[in-house]
Structure formats: C-alpha cells, structure tokens
C-alpha cells in the first residue's frame, strides 16, 4: 500500500457476517446457518411476524442467546487497537451481534438493528433486552406487540442519512469480512470512491469489484493486524 494518511482523518469500517463467523456465530449465508430450518419469509418480515410472532421470538430467541457464549476474535481486538491511533474510526456494522461492543469498539452504527433491543411495533417503546422470551412480549405502552429491534426484508436500515456523510468525508474505506455486494451496502464504497476515499477490502472468499484499491484474500483475524500496522506506518502526524 502506498498513499497518504494523516492521524486525524476520516476513516470507514464496513463490516459484516464473516467478522462475526470467526467468533462462531452462525451466519444466515453459511451451509450450517440458521436460515436452513427457517424460511427467510417466515422469520425475517414485517408480515412474517404479523403471521407467526411466536415463530419469529423462537428464531431470534436462538440467536440473542448465542450472543452470551460468544467474545470478539483477534479481529474485533484489533480495531479497537486501531482506533486508539485513529479515534476519527468510524464502524458501519451489517451484523446484529454485540461483538463489536464487547471488544470495545467506538463509533458503531449497527444499520440493520442490533439483538440486544427490542421494540414495539406500534409506538416508540424500546428497550435493552437479551433474556430469554418465553412469550409475545408486549409493550408496556401501548399493550401492542414487541418484536427485535432488527431490520428485516423489505424494511430500510437505520442511519443511512448519517452514513453517506461520513462516507463523503471519508479519507480512507475498509471492508471487513464481507463481499460489499448486497445493497444498500453496496454503495456505501462507490461513495467513499466517488469523493477520493483509497479502499481496501479485507475478505475469505474473493471480491470482484474495481473501486477496490488494495483487496487481501483470507480471514480478518489473521490479515488485520498486519494490514492496519502498515496504515500506521504511512501515517505522517
């Protein structure tokens, strides 16, 4: 790699299911993941869980208490790493587990919800929640139902306003265990290009894209250190 980068500017971290994978943490894309016992349909919609709010605590029940048997991987620890040279870091995350958190990450915009809250379907009630849900829950406000505060198919993810501006203000943008290739995340890197941000993509499987300035093929856990400490190598302040 060879551009340049100073210590307080603007930089980008997309990440998705394969960070998380290396934790453990089954993935709706992997051969072994929860989407093979449940139809996509049924479990992550609006009128899925209109249909079957029971089926859809089940589901999600599954998932909220992988989340108290899991720790953030090298990966994860090494962002934190990074952000304590470059505090102007921000993590634009896919995923909705908490391993970010844990691992003490700052600045981190979960666009697609996150397991740790619930919400009501009708009002804006919300609270932090990973116990078990026997039952619907329902809200204390409004006596309607609460559902996981998850963007689900069909639904737009959250903070997508304050997302393009830090992407346009962006000097440098880092791809973290995913493709860049589902929508509307897709974009997010021809943004950060259109307005001159340098790109690198850190993945297992290999990604076809050309706004990719720097791509390193295998898992983040194993590349990342050696990839950030060559960008704090070329910082100049």
Known sequence: MNF????????????GAGISAESGLSTFRDNNGLWETYNV????TPEGFKKNP???WKFYNKRRQQLKNVKPNNA?????YFQKYFHNTHIITQNVDNLHEKA??????????????IICTHCNYSRNDLDKISEIPICPECKNYLRPDIVWFGEIPYYLEAIEKLLKESVLFIGIGTSGTVYP???????????NAK???????????????????????SLLEEVFNEIINMCKN
């Open 199 to 221: 790109t690198i993509f850190i993945n297992k499987e290999s990604v076809n894209n050309h706004s990719i300035d720097y791509f390193y093929q295998g898992e983040a856990g």
């Open 185 to 195: 995340a897709a974009e997010f890197i021809n943004i950060a290009k259109q307005f």
């Open 41 to 44: 349909n049924e479990v992550a």
């Open 4 to 15: 340049a980068i100073k210590k307080h500017d603007l930089i980008v971290i997309l990440t």
């Open 104 to 117: 003490g990450n700052k600045n981190t915009i979960h666009m697609h919800g996150t397991l740790e809250r």
């Open 54 to 56: 029971s089926l859809v």
């Open 76 to 80: 994860h620890k090494t962002i934190t």
